[in-house]
């Protein structure tokens, strides 16, 4: 057991290293892919409610733009680090490569605790983060999200503040706005309905109808709740779901073993995904530590709330009967675990391929934005239905035909892309 703290800009740089390696990549387009190519460390004064000011901090990374502009989430979140927002501008760089669009990948964040902050604060933190980096964000340049903590409001908030700055209209700016303020339809589901078309694809090769499994989702927010939704829709049982608990500042997992009813946990969740014990247990769920999710007797494992969650030391815990994880978080499982998901036999569709519906859709809405034209939710969701399938069967095959695993077979084809579009410029 390590004593040393999950830095997750450490592991990306470790998987980057693997594939490298595989890859025979040149040292300069090693050392171009291996770091961002631009950060910004910026303060943030807010007035509070209660006339003071607070000043936060906020982060900006571009890992690479050699496809295309920028494209990445920004997260509110009281732990955020550098190296959390590097990692994860590094896995939206893969990610955009993954699923062929023509963007590059970048992250934000703001340390803060949104749980403590008004709305009004909240629009201050979003005001001050884009006056901080409007000269070097834009539709052209870089292109933000919502992300952990982050809503649509948040990016209608950020919108208007850049749109104040440069004079001007821009709704391609940003993604996951409010539907009818340039947002696009299936936005909201995207993250969560890729995820389920990557297990569907997974299933078909498996051999396995998807009525015939039973799956486990940590998490409760946005990814989750469209996972279970779509999973159900094509026929899985979901039997244990997971959360954190504001009040006691610990996770919890929420069991029926015949299945949960969505409908009926939503109802007793808050806009964070958090779910009321109390109500729950009345609705007769167990409720459970808040690491059994990993050990339930179930065919799937969806991590779908924060990274680090299946590591080295609780890998092993994994029930015989799971097949298939799919990664819905960023960076779920550590390499340790990698290692211990491989020797068993356990598939795992990696974070970057599984929860690229997010960006693919964002991209989407970008499209729409741009053009000033919206399409219904059919089309966003059929489009994001070939697009994801299309980029789940090419990395299956590329795993068959190098004998790799799903995600070294991912990372090869996204670091290949990234490498050549280096190249094409003139920058490796
Ligand atoms: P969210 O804030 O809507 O939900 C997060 C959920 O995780 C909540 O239910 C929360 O209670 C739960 N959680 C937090 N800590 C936990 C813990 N220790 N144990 C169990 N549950 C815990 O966030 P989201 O948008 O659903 O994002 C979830 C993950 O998916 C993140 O890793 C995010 O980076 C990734 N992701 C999100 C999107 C997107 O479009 N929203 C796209 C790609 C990747």
Not at 274 to 282: E, Q, S, Y
Not at 394 to 402: F, G, I, L, T
Request: glycine share 10%; proline share 5%; net charge neutral.
């Amino acid at each position: 057991m390590s004593s040393k703290p999950f830095n997750a800009f450490e592991m990306a740089q470790a998987q980057f290293d693997k594939v490298a390696d595989l890859l025979g990549l040149d040292q300069p387009t090693n050392d171009l892919l291996r770091q961002p190519l631009r950060e910004y460390h910026f303060s943030l004064p807010v007035r509070m409610d209660d006339g003071t000011i607070k000043v936060f901090r906020g982060f900006r990374v571009q890992h690479n733009d050699a496809r295309g502009p920028g494209k990445g989430g920004i997260r509110f979140h009281p732990q955020e680090t550098i190296d959390t927002v590097r990692a994860l501008a590094m896995w939206m760089t893969w990610k955009c490569a993954v699923v062929n669009i023509p963007l590059g990948g970048s992250k934000g964040g703001v340390i803060c605790e949104p749980h403590n902050l008004s709305q009004r604060e909240q629009e201050g933190l979003c005001r001050a983060w884009v006056r901080q980096i409007s000269r070097d964000v834009g539709p052209v340049v870089d292109v933000p999200a919502p992300d952990v903590m982050t809503s649509g409001q948040h990016m209608l908030w950020m919108l208007d503040e850049y749109e104040w700055i440069h004079r001007g209209k821009y709704p391609g700016f940003i993604t996951g706005k409010p539907v009818g303020m340039g947002g696009s339809l299936g936005r909201t589901e995207a993250t969560g309905y890729g995820v389920v078309f990557t297990i569907r694809e997974a299933l078909k090769e498996m051999g396995i109808r998807p009525q015939d499994t039973v799956a486990c989702v940590q998490g409760f927010g946005n990814v989750a709740q469209y996972a279970i939704e779509l999973y159900r829709q094509i026929g899985g049982t979901v039997t244990c779901v997971s959360c954190w608990n504001q009040e006691d500042q610990q996770p919890y997992c929420f069991r029926k073993k015949d299945g949960i009813d969505l409908d009926e946990l939503r109802g007793v969740s808050d806009r964070f995904g958090g779910i009321d014990k109390n109500k729950a247990a009345a609705l007769g769920y167990e409720v459970l530590p808040g690491d059994a999710w990993i050990e339930q007797e179930v065919d799937i494992l969806i991590p779908a709330a924060l990274e680090n969650s299946i590591t080295g030391d609780n890998a092993g815990l994994i029930s015989k009967r799971v097949k298939l994880i799919a990664e819905g978080a960023n960076g779920p499982t550590t390499p340790a675990a990698d290692h211990i998901l491989h020797e068993r036999r356990i598939v795992a569709i990696p974070d970057f391929l599984a929860n690229a519906g997010g960006v693919t859709c964002s991209y989407l809405e970008q499209v729409q934005s741009n053009m000033n034209y919206f399409w219904e939710k059919d089309e966003v969701l059929g489009k994001l239905d070939v697009m994801m399938t299309s980029a789940y069967i090419a990395v299956s095959e590329m795993a068959r035909k190098r004998k790799l695993s799903m995600r070294d077979a991912a990372y090869v084809i996204s670091i290949a892309r990234v490498a050549q579009a280096c190249k094409d410029r003139g920058w490796a």
